[in-house]
């Protein structure tokens, strides 16, 4: 693990540089690529959908929130502006009656005016002034104050300078004992008769504030947000907050109100975003201003906003919380992989693979486990072939001298020896002598199939002594096969098992054929007698062992035919046909050697 | 090297949460009122258009700061005890700033350290405290107050003449009906005032304050004493009256009396006042800024709760009104509130 990695592009000159910003290999692992870059785009694309999901809702909530003050603002405005026609109407109707009253004095303009006077809350008083300053008539019930300075108030002045109706700014009323009022004042030069003669006379209206407060007052732009109201040159008609700004104790930025007649825009000199909606009534000049708190009329964009900061901020944990898994999911198997592989690699063939995961991983770790598998299956079979392999070399060894067999042979010389067939006896003691010779072949495993077709004819004398010519026997062999190399004692249990197991019990006389032959490089040597046969169960299981002959030299069928199979292969060996009551006959099979090859090696292995 | 991945996405996702919430959200600059604040407002006497206009500064603040203002006043300004029962009970409603408008100077500086004690920020309005406990003063400069009102008397006097001065709340133990029981010292803004006139006077050896009376709180206590100083001096030219309610007595005195040559300077602006003034009964006034004292007091009483840096000292100003320039718009909106 701590050993320095391959770069990764091995023929590009590595610079320093790049190789101290190498990333780290457990920073390359999937997991942390699949989240980081999962994380990465998820989040990306959902906070780029909320910027534009922002910026459109944004838009579009500031734009009602516009729109909808405007509509109050002009709302207010029509309202005052029905209001102030509804002050001049007032002060034209007055007007009316003093010029058409016959004089000044009579007590039915008295009484008119006191009606007049008491229908309405917001009138304050009524009086006509002289162009000196000089009071003539007013509503009845008030006392001129001295020093009231009247010639030089606003009022009095522009309505001498103009003809036309005026409107002052608020003011205190300091006329009249009573109460100090603050009023707005209308005013205009109008006719009089007094004593018959026609004056020229100052009328005055006073109206207080009451009905301009009860329109404003229910303006309501948001929570903060209020109307005021400004006369031409800038003073303050109404105002929320008239006091505090008479007392200096808030200021408000008129300025750039009074340069325009109608107007919205964004104001940002107070240090807070704030809309303004200027609106000027006709009559008097008089400018609506509606303020509005930017980040409270569109309070939606800030719910907007807190929702879309939650919401990304849930989609970011989830998208981890996932992304993790997902990754997990995925690099979890694999990395399990490759901890079981490290395991195999170290050598314990053992350790079963069972990852599940996905398909890919599934797929590789169920072939991996095959793989494996048949790497143990491979193993085993060496294994087993090997210790096959030695137990039939013993087996073979142990059949070189068959005690048994000698006994029986020297207890059938004997009764030749006794009965004085002293040929005989030295046929028998001759084939004996050449069988064993034969059979230990100077400790040889490899031999021409000459000897082994002579030791099975020794061993065929030997048994036809014994068995008392109960049969007849016949080797034929191809010149070609002679030569030919094969590994001993591969005849005899085939021959014994025909013998015991076919011949014996025989009531006629038996005939064994052997014969041999070359073809196409293949050596096939057939036994076949006329025996009992064997019935198709014991002809499937002889050579899976099923059956062991209990007499006879003890080298089974099986140990020729396996022997066979681990000297030449799997696919070389014995073949049987049989049919009951008829005979049998053994097919040997195997490749075509020219003798003297590899008889090197085969001594080798013999004397480990 | 499994946590520490773990600790590296938790740091990441802080960072993101703190980038991303930082983007759109920025705190208003304006104070809270998301929640209401218990505020008590004790002032001298609830009585006169003086404390009435205080009370509708305090009012206009109030509503505008979200606050549940609790007004209190003895009917007396002389009403010493009963003013600090008031403050002793505020503590002991858990008030959470008390604004006090001291009838006594040294009277309620032991309340105040008491409030203090309690964790109750104490802003005192108009008139001084004796305690170094008090947060801010929000009121006008008596000193400067009682300077103006001598230097137009003066000067209408033509630097010369007998001058009385009328009062209130006693500063010193054996005059006056002021004092009550045990505690001797008077309020601190009359003192100032006093002092202030009396500084600026002595720069003129002609003239003399011949007598300095104190009224407690009523307009016909401070009309007696009018009379009084009249009968005892009648050489006397000009009088000036350090209070709203002496200035009322006074001015109804010397109207009903028909001294019109005596020339009087008033304090505060009631429209009783406003009126003598418009008909030549008094030639001067010196006001202050009832409407802000209140309003700021409230402002800065939920400012400090707040935790902000309040003033130590916040004075709101004193003007010498007279006939002629009452009617200019500015002081228009000082003298005449704008009540609806």
């Known amino acids: 693990m701590n050993k320095p990695k391959e770069p990764v592009f091995p023929l590009r000159p590595p610079s320093p540089k790049r190789g101290k910003l190498r990333i780290p290999s457990k920073l390359r692992s999937i997991q942390l690529i699949i989240t980081l870059t999962f994380t990465a785009v998820t989040v990306a694309v959902a906070v780029i959908v909320s910027i534009m999901l922002y910026g459109k809702f944004a838009k579009t909530a500031e734009e009602n929130a516009n729109l909808n003050m405007q509509q109050i603002i002009e709302q207010v405005n029509y309202n005052l502006e029905l209001y102030v026609k509804g002050m001049g109407s007032i002060f034209a109707t007055a007007e009316k009656q003093i010029t058409s009253s016959p004089s000044i004095d009579s007590p039915l303009l008295n009484e008119r005016m006191d009606t007049l006077m008491s229908s309405r809350e917001d009138l304050v008083s009524v009086a006509v002034f002289t162009p000196q300053g000089q009071y003539v008539v007013g509503t009845p019930g008030q006392n001129l104050r001295l020093n009231t300075g009247l010639e030089s108030q606003s009022w009095f002045t522009t309505a001498k300078r103009t003809s036309e109706i005026s409107y002052s700014a608020p003011h205190i009323q300091n006329l009249f004992r009573g109460r100090y009022t603050w009023v707005v004042s209308i005013s205009k030069l109008i006719q009089y008769q007094e004593n018959g003669e026609l004056r020229t006379g100052v009328l005055l209206l006073d109206f207080n504030f009451r009905t301009i407060d009860q329109l404003s007052k229910q303006v309501k732009l948001g929570k903060r947000g209020y109307a005021y109201i400004l006369d031409p040159l800038g003073n303050i008609v109404y105002h929320p907050q008239q006091q505090l700004i008479y007392a200096g104790l808030k200021y408000e930025n008129v300025e750039p109100v009074l340069e325009y007649a109608y107007r919205s825009y964004l104001d940002e000199s107070t240090g807070e975003k704030r809309f303004i909606t200027v609106r000027t009534l006709a009559q008097t000049g008089w400018k609506i201003v509606g303020v509005a708190y930017y980040d409270e009329i569109v309070t939606t964009k800030r719910d907007l906003n807190q929702f879309l900061a939650w919401f990304l901020g849930v989609v970011l944990v989830c998208v981890i919380a996932v992304s993790v898994f997902l990754s997990w999911l995925i690099a979890s198997p694999i990395r399990k992989l490759e901890r079981t592989v490290k395991q195999v690699a170290e050598g314990d063939l053992n350790t079963p693979i069972n990852v599940s995961g996905a398909y890919e991983v599934e797929q590789l770790s169920k072939r991996f486990n095959m793989m494996l598998q048949r790497i143990r299956q491979l193993m085993d079979q060496i294994i087993y072939e090997q210790e096959t392999k030695r137990k039939g070399e013993l087996e073979v060894l142990q059949s070189q001298i068959n005690p048994h067999f000698l006994y029986n042979t020297l207890n059938s010389v004997i009764r030749l020896a006794e009965r004085g067939k002293t040929g005989e006896v030295v046929t028998m003691i001759q084939s004996l002598s050449r069988f064993f010779r034969i059979s230990l072949s100077k400790g040889k495993n490899i031999i021409t199939i000459q000897e082994e077709l002579d030791h099975i004819r020794h061993y065929l004398v030997i048994q036809s002594f014994r068995f008392k010519n109960k049969f007849r026997y016949e080797i034929t062999a191809q010149e070609e096969v002679l030569q030919c190399q094969t590994i001993k004692l591969i005849l005899q249990p085939i021959v014994e098992n025909a013998l015991y197991h076919g011949i014996e019990m025989l009531p006629d006389e038996g005939l064994i054929s052997i014969t041999a032959e070359l073809q196409d490089g293949l050596v096939i040597i057939r036994v076949s007698d006329n025996g009992l046969g064997m019935s198709k169960e014991t002809m499937n299981v002889i050579l899976s062992g099923g059956v062991k002959s209990t007499s006879g030299s003890g080298v089974g069928v099986r140990n020729v035919h396996e022997r066979i199979g681990l000297y030449y292969g799997r696919e070389y060996g014995l073949s049987f046909q049989s049919e009951i009551e008829e005979g049998t006959v053994v097919t040997l099979i195997f490749p075509a050697r020219p003798a003297g090859e590899g008889m090197e090696e085969q001594k080798e292995e013999m004397n480990p | ?340």
Not at chain 2, 244 to 261: D, H, L, T
Not at chain 2, 306 to 311: A, V
Request: glycine residues 8%; charged residues 20%; proline residues 4%.
């Open chain 2, 1 to 340: 090297m499994r946590s520490l991945r773990v600790w590296l996405t938790i740091l990441l996702c802080g960072v993101l949460w703190i980038s991303v919430s930082s983007c759109f959200n920025a705190s208003p600059a304006y104070i809270s009122t998301s929640k209401t604040r218990n505020i008590h407002l004790v002032v001298k006497m609830n009585k006169g258009d003086y404390w009435n206009t205080l009370k509708l500064g305090a009012e206009a603040a109030a509503k505008e700061f979200n606050v549940n203002l609790t007004f209190k006043a003895p009917d007396s300004e002389s009403d010493i005890e009963e003013q600090i029962v008031m403050v002793e009970e505020s503590i002991k409603e858990k008030a959470d700033v008390i604004i006090l408008a001291a009838s006594s100077y040294m009277g309620l500086a032991q309340v105040v350290d008491q409030a203090a004690y309690s964790r109750i920020p104490v802003i005192s309005v108009d008139a001084e405290v004796g305690s170094a406990r008090v947060r801010s003063y929000v009121g006008s400069n008596g000193y400067e107050a009682g300077q103006k009102s001598a230097e137009r008397l003066i000067e209408l006097l033509k630097g010369y003449g007998e001058i009385g001065i009328l009062n209130f709340t006693n500063s010193s133990p054996d005059q006056g009906p002021g004092s009550t029981g045990s505690i001797d010292y008077g309020a601190r803004d009359a003192d100032e005032r006093e002092k202030g006139f009396l500084n600026y006077a002595a720069r003129y050896p002609n003239v003399k304050v011949v007598q300095i009376s104190y009224t407690s709180s009523s307009t016909s206590e401070a009309e007696s004493l009018t009379r009084e100083m009249l009968e005892e001096h009648p050489g006397l030219r000009g009088i000036a009256t350090l209070n709203e309610i002496a200035s009322q007595g006074a001015a109804k005195v010397i109207q009903s009396a028909g001294k019109g040559y005596l020339k009087m300077i008033a304090f505060d602006s009631s429209p009783s006042m406003m009126e003598s003034l418009q008909d030549g009964t008094v030639q001067a006034t010196v006001i202050q800024n009832p409407f802000s004292n209140g309003y700021l007091a409230v402002k800065y009483a939920v400012e400090a709760l707040e935790g902000m840096d309040i003033p130590e000292r916040v004075d709101t100003g004193t003007k010498l009104i007279d006939l002629e320039n009452m009617l200019w718009p500015e002081n228009q909106k000082l003298l005449f509130p704008f009540v609806r």
